[in-house]
């Protein structure tokens, strides 16, 4: 999971990384946080990574971009993106309903209060549509699960393919990756290849035609399975 934290205030943005280290006990493989110290700084990183991240700590007073002005950016490109305002002007907090704000944190922060609400984001983002991870060159990747079209094996290498085109590959099974995608959304139809059902355009007897035109083989071991578990999937819709 990827977090955004922006404040220009350094003490607050190193308070608020450590609180995010405790809820997640330490455990790195799990997030990634980048600091900014202004709106700017961040509105620049989203220029060539949109959508990296999932959450966003933003401090409302800043110079440049305030908090508000970047999270109305951060929104018009990305409607799932949790956004979390800190302040020390609690009448702030009415202006920032129109980004759809998540939460507050009042300044100076009660680190209980403010675990809590750190806590309960992380949750709401596992829960509404599942995540998948991989550290790819010492560096975490993080994806919603309606983000991912198929994952194929090669090798010793996994590719992820995702809904905006682009590719990302790193080592790993096709084992453990089933396992981050078990449920109905996703079905295995090939020895190498794991696809989302969302994704399917046409279904045909020994193929699959996905959206983007991709044409994938169903092999004779995942011939049954796959037909099942796709009738499944439309009795559900």
Do not use: W
């Given at each position: 999971?990827?977090?955004?934290i922006?404040d ?12 995010v ?19 700017d700084?961040l ?6 990574s949109p ?5 966003y ?6 110079e440049?971009a ?7 950016r951060?929104r018009?490109a990305d409607?799932?993106?949790v956004?979390i305002?800190m ?19 009042i ?13 309960a ?11 998948f991870?991989?550290?790819s060159?010492?560096?975490?990747y993080t ?13 010793r290498?996994?590719?992820l393919?995702?809904?905006?085109g682009e590719?990302?590959?790193y080592?790993g099974?096709?084992k453990?990756?089933r ?11 090939h ?20 959206k983007?035109?991709?044409k994938?083989?169903?092999s ?9 578990q ?6 559900s819709?």
């Amino acid at each position: 999971m990827n977090i955004a934290i922006c404040d220009d205030d350094r003490l607050m943005s190193g308070q608020i990384e450590k609180l995010v280290e405790q809820v997640f006990h330490g455990e790195t493989s799990k997030y990634n946080t980048e600091v900014f110290f202004s709106g700017d700084r961040l509105l620049d990183f989203l220029e060539q990574s949109p959508n990296y991240f999932h959450m966003y700590l933003l401090d409302i007073e800043m110079e440049g971009a305030d908090g508000l002005e970047t999270a109305a950016r951060i929104r018009e490109a990305d409607s799932d993106a949790v956004i979390i305002f800190m302040t020390s002007h609690a009448e702030l907090m009415s202006e920032a309903f129109e980004v759809l704000a998540f939460q507050f944190i009042i300044k100076p922060f009660d680190h209980e209060k403010t675990s809590s609400i750190l806590s309960a984001a992380v949750r709401y983002l596992q829960k509404r549509k599942g995540v998948f991870q991989f550290v790819s060159q010492k560096k975490i990747y993080t994806f919603f699960l309606n983000q991912i079209r198929y994952i194929e094996s090669s090798g010793r290498k996994i590719f992820l393919h995702t809904i905006d085109g682009e590719n990302y590959e790193y080592y790993g099974t096709l084992k453990d990756a089933r396992e981050q995608v078990k449920g109905i959304l996703f079905a295995q139809i090939h020895n190498s290849i794991i696809i989302n059902l969302e994704s399917l355009s046409t279904v045909e007897s020994n193929f699959v035609y996905l959206k983007e035109g991709e044409k994938l083989p169903i092999s004779k071991k995942f011939h049954a399975s796959f037909h099942e578990q796709f009738q499944q999937f439309i009795l559900s819709r």
